[in-house]
């Protein structure tokens, strides 16, 4: 498959996760690029600092929902307050260890997320995840 | 006194002439004195005013006109030849009216020819007024006697009616009058008793009572008759109606047989609420015997420590309502054998509306009392475990996010870090995912031992507690905690004053000084310097902790629902593991207790910790 370059944002406080996904990201064919958030706090920052930049922009999000200070879904709720000034449409991924039901069907109801992806991902997650017709939800769950 | 006219002269002088001697006078025809006594020249005196003298008119004499025609009529009267008695009253009409009784009769010559009159006459005014009073008295009587419901009557030996006084009830009995029998108005039988009673109530000069029943217009009535000796004939009777009486008696009767043969426990008392009588029901679920109880208050004997106040008392108003009384009771047997007793009971009445006695039936309930207090009981327990079920719940569905979260993430990156070791022979790389690896696996022993130490607080069997002494506990946490106080320059005051010492887990107290101080430190404000203090309080007769900063705060707003759960942190401190509330939240609802938070971000934080009502504590 021919896959055009894009950029990727991950926010997560694990770093050991962030390593483990920048290695998948890296071994996949494309220039790819990564943008690495150990907080929401930091993520929202950078968004609101570049929403008028499409460049510097993600075109994917993975968010992690346990964080500390401001967790995924506080971010979610900062983010659609921003979300129409944001020169970008960004897909955002839920990544989460957690199997709660409670979260799963939140995730499912809000219109931002497009689809909620249970760690641990594996490599061929996310190739899939990054391949030119995605954007739809997928059977992961 | 015709008579005193044909005695020697000497002896009608000297009645004449004495001074306190009768009052007598003799007139001619023309009226006119032909003599009188010294007693009524003194009446004359006294009445009219007037002194007599021989040869005066009596009848000028007399200064009223009704008087004076009276007296001329009498006179004439007597001057036809008639001997009479006249009760007259003469006198001035508005006092010293006096009653006379005048004896009148003509005076004669020797050969027969009426010459004159002469009066005699007799002061009767006491006697008219004895004989008045009498008369008001026996009206007296009389009324009285028509108000007695009795019959009373006087009767001989023979069954003659001798006087009636008070004939009442006479359409019951006949109709009794004075020399009629009582055979006439009696059955015989009766009759006969009547007669018997009277010969004995006479002979013995005792009181004599016979009871007998009356069959009269289809209606039985039942009567009492008592027998008064008067005198050596005669017996003076009373007969009264006690139909009711009776009929009462009989209902009495009636439900002391009901009474007697119930299984149930029956008490009759008073109108004061002393025992009367009590079956053999009562004796058997009681102990106490008829003898033993009677003239006792039920509750005086019965009721004890267990026995419901608010039941009793409502009982009470009830009694002293004069309304019918119920409800459910512990009592104690004589043995002190505690049993429940379900009352019903009512005033009885008299003909008056006077409440006479109270009757009440009792039923042993112990079985059913105590089938509904275990079904209570259960009943509660069930609340306590269904809600201890619905906290469990709670707890379990926090572990599952505990384990998805903290154990599956971990062991998903462990995974896949294998994973990439295996894909890459890059010797730089290796060891890069080998130290992740070796992070996440003591990251995971951390999070394994923080997990053991929230199970053994949740699943403790039996917590060991003691008196503790508040200061003591928290001079050890400081002592802990003195690098950290000293590296921020922290003011860290107590006062333990109002409430000193406190039983409980020495454990879980110094584990909770410790985090609420560390914390305290750790979200300490950068802008000033930190103040810290720790203060007891006793709310409502249990121990309170309060521990108050002057930090960073938090916005409860925002992350109120998760402060006190597990790797939740709200602040990027590089210490910050989101363990500590978590724990001592476990520990301190461990024991019963309850720990909530007031902040203001960037203003600071108050944490209260309620020990719990269950704990002692002491000043």
New interface residues.
């Given amino acids: 498959m021919e896959d055009k370059a894009k950029c990727i944002a991950v926010v997560d406080d694990?770093?050991?996760?962030q390593?483990?996904t920048s290695?998948?990201i890296r071994?996949l064919s494309g220039e790819n690029t990564i943008l690495q958030f150990f907080?929401g706090?930091d993520a929202m920052q950078y968004l609101s600092e570049n929403a008028l930049n499409p460049d510097m922009l993600p075109d994917v999000l993975l968010l992690d929902l346990?964080m500390?200070?401001l967790d995924g879904w506080?971010f979610l709720e900062e983010f659609s307050a921003i979300k129409k000034t944001v020169a970008k449409e960004i897909s955002i991924f839920i990544v989460?260890?957690?199997?709660?039901r409670n979260d799963i069907d939140r995730a499912r109801q809000n219109k931002n997320i497009i689809d909620y992806i249970m760690?641990?991902?594996?490599?061929d997650k996310f190739k899939e995840l990054l391949s030119p017709d995605k954007g739809l939800r997928s059977s992961t769950l | 006194m015709d008579l005193a006219l044909n005695h020697p002269i000497d002896f009608l002088h000297a009645i004449l002439e004495s001074p306190k001697g009768m009052v007598i006078f003799a007139l001619d025809k023309n009226y006119q004195y032909s003599s009188f006594s010294e007693t009524h020249r003194s009446i004359m005196k006294t009445i009219w005013g007037v002194d007599i003298a021989l040869g005066m008119n009596m009848l000028d004499l007399i200064g009223n006109d009704d008087d004076r025609s009276k007296a001329k009529h009498n006179f004439d009267k007597a001057l036809t030849g008639e001997y009479f008695t006249v009760v007259e009253e003469y006198g001035d009409v508005t006092h010293l009216r006096t009653s006379y009784e005048n004896r009148y009769g003509p005076v004669t010559d020797k050969s027969g020819n009426i010459i004159g009159l002469s009066v005699f006459v007799i002061d009767i005014t006491e006697l008219k007024q004895a004989e008045h009073a009498l008369k008001e008295s026996e009206k007296r009587l009389r009324s009285v006697l028509n108000v007695i419901p009795d019959l009373i009557f006087k009767i001989n030996l023979q069954g003659v009616y001798t006087e009636v006084f008070s004939d009442a009830t006479t359409s019951q009995i006949g109709l009794p009058q004075t020399g009629n029998s009582i055979t006439e108005g009696l059955d015989s039988d009766i009759a006969d008793r009547f007669l018997t009673a009277i010969k004995y109530c006479i002979a013995n000069q005792a009181l004599q009572t016979i009871e007998y029943e009356s069959f009269k217009n289809n209606t039985v009535r039942n009567y009492e008759a008592r027998f008064v000796p008067f005198n050596n004939s005669e017996a003076l009777t009373v007969i009264r109606d006690t139909t009711h009486q009776k009929k009462s008696e009989l209902e009495l009767l009636k439900l002391s047989l009901i009474a007697r043969y119930t299984s149930n426990a029956v008490v009759i008392t008073d109108s004061d609420g002393r025992i009367e009588w009590v079956n053999e029901g009562f004796t058997r679920i009681t102990e106490y015997t008829l003898q033993e109880v009677i003239g006792k208050k039920p509750g005086e004997f019965l009721q004890g420590a267990h026995t419901n106040k608010d039941v009793r008392n409502r009982m009470q108003q009830q009694i002293h309502n004069k309304e019918s009384f119920n409800g459910e009771l512990v009592n104690y047997s004589k043995s002190g054998r505690q049993y429940w007793i379900q009352i019903n009971g009512q005033p009885i009445y008299n003909e008056a509306g006077e409440v006479t006695k109270y009757f009440a039936i009792e039923s042993e309930v112990t079985q059913r009392k105590l089938a509904e207090i275990k079904l209570q009981e259960q009943n509660t327990r069930l609340t306590a475990i269904t809600e201890n079920l619905t906290r469990k719940n709670e707890q379990l569905e926090e572990f599952t996010q505990i384990v998805s979260h903290n154990l599956r993430s971990p062991i998903g990156n462990i995974g896949a870090l294998l994973e990439h070791l295996n894909g890459t022979e890059d010797e730089a790389e290796r060891n890069e995912i080998i130290n992740h690896l070796k992070n996440t696996s003591s990251l995971l022993m951390l999070t394994m031992q923080e997990l053991n130490e929230v199970l053994k607080i949740k699943y403790a069997g039996h917590i060991v507690k003691e008196k503790l002494s508040f200061q003591t506990m928290f001079d050890k946490v400081r002592q802990m905690l003195l690098v950290q106080i000293n590296q921020t320059n922290a003011s860290v005051t107590s006062n333990f004053t109002r409430a000193a010492t406190l039983v409980y887990s020495p454990i879980y107290l110094e584990s909770i000084l410790l985090n609420l101080l560390s914390n305290a430190l750790k979200y300490s404000s950068p802008k000033r310097k930190p103040i810290i203090h720790f203060e007891t309080q006793i709310k409502e007769n249990t121990a309170v902790l309060l521990v108050s900063d002057n930090g960073m705060g938090i916005d409860l707003n925002r992350y109120g629902h998760q402060i006190f759960k597990l790797r939740k942190t709200f602040h990027p401190h590089p210490e910050s593991r989101g363990v500590g509330l978590f724990m001592i939240k476990n520990q301190i609802e461990a024991l019963g207790g309850t720990i909530t938070i007031t902040s203001q971000a960037d203003e600071g934080t108050t944490f209260t910790i309620n020990f719990g009502a269950n704990e002692n504590y002491g000043g």
């Fill in positions: 694990d770093d050991t996760f390593f483990i290695r998948a071994s907080s706090v346990n500390p200070v506080m989460s260890s957690s199997i709660d760690k641990p991902v594996t490599v």
